[in-house]
């Protein structure tokens, strides 16, 4: 709230400067900085909302992953259930069984679709985290002096020569934090694709539609393009693709056909819940401390 | 006397919202129970390698997720323990409200007579009705409160233990809540505000 009260009135600052004639290099380093801090209100803000996109997604594909497992499991077992007096009923296991299936594909659908959302929230992230320069468009000599947050003049690094944008931090001290903190959702995301790829591969023995998928397959369409977006590259042989998360180890890939069991399934689900790559409370101080700099209350 | 039974009908009202209050946080408590159940339950799973499929490959994956469980049990414990020290908040209120009751009678200007306390008129209680039913829900919630916190002490202990068994008869002890019988505290209410009910 506090970011756009401020940002609508350097909006007003800014037309106001529009109409200024020819400007000097030295009101062109006035100027940046409130066009910078405005800009690095609006993309931290947008971080903030992101990390709450991926919780709520993230939260989303947990559940589904639940219901497929438990519908996976329960069609795996169905043959050795005791019906009681159901089992007079004709087929009735095969029809459970088939019930059972569908359902799975159901959930399968919303696995995918979650974690669309997911890759989507952290290339946005990635955008966003590249996006806290703010360089000068049109030139010095042009009579309007406006900014934008992305550069198309070599000489300008966008960062107003390193000076501070709020008090003491300068850009590269910004982008370090941004980094830091979408480091740890790209390294996530990949150990939720590998989870996914488990999940969706989830199979009896009867069933042939679904297909064990491995890491080199397109998750949906559009994933790859997606994924080089966040630097994970997934077309590439397994082996390198794994080695980008942190400390794994290449042979994993090569499963055997083996379908996990139960309480092996729970681990994954367990897994998934904790966001291992993520340190909540690293997450919570970068917002905090970004916070404070800016006079933005990020954390609520 | 009729003013006085008046005024600790108002003390009823008044611990009515105290015990919606304890609901509220009962219901906080036990879904709060339910989740460090559920990563107790699960600790034993996590504690065996095997049991990690294709993430068994991921150095220090065991521990990352278990501290990382631990860490989430420790944050549970600690909001559980912020539930309990709110319903000791209410048994205090609960206190103080049969304790200011006690007093009034005391110091009030009119001494009654045993005879006078235990006169009902029409369906109306009596004084020493109001009293024994404020003393009465007071003593239930104080005893529901030690056996909350008794559970949730014997949970952290649970977690060094874990058996499906206890924890499951926990749950069950903390939803039936078994000093606090419904039946009984309604029968307090029927008798204070029979005229309503008329």
Known sequence: MESRVSSSSETAHQTLQKSAPKSSPSSVNRLWRPAAQRNMKNQWSKLNSLRQEWASSSSAARSHATSLVNAYLSQRFMKDMELGVLSDMPDIQKKACWKLLKQQVVHRDNLLSSYKE????????????????????????????????????????????????????????????????????????????????????????????????????????????????CDLDCREASESASTKLDGFVSENIKQPNCQPDSDVLQIYLTAWLTDVNIDKKRVEDIFSEVGEEMHVNLVS | MEATVKKYQQKFKKVKDDMDRWDDLHARLLSQFRNASSII??????????????????????????????????????SMNKTLEELNIIILSLAKTYRDAKQQLKGGSIQFSTKQLNYRIGVKPSIADCLEGLRLLHEMHQSEYLLKSSVISALAGLALNPSVNDLQAFERLLVDQPNIPKEEVQSVYDVIFAEEIC
């Open chain 1, 118 to 229: 997911m890759v989507g929230t952290v290339v946005n992230m990635v955008n966003t985290s590249m996006s806290l320069r703010c360089f000068l468009k049109g030139g010095i000599n042009s009579p309007l002096i406006q900014f934008s947050n992305s550069s198309n003049d070599t000489n300008d690094n966008g960062d107003g020569g390193g000076m501070p944008v709020f008090i003491f931090w300068s850009i590269s001290a910004f982008e370090k934090l941004a980094s830091e903190l979408v480091q740890m959702f790209k390294l996530e995301l990949n150990l939720k694709r590998l989870l996914v790829i488990e999940f969706l591969s989830l199979r009896s023995k009867e069933d042939s539609i679904i297909e064990k998928l491995c890491w080199s397959d397109e998750l949906y369409q559009g994933e790859f393009d997606d994924l080089s977006r």
């Open chain 2, 41 to 78: 339950g699960r600790l034993q799973l996590l504690d065996d390698p095997k049991n990690y499929g294709f993430l068994k490959d991921i150095d220090n994956v065991k521990d990352l997720i278990f501290g990382k469980q631990m860490e989430s049990l420790q944050m549970i414990m600690l």
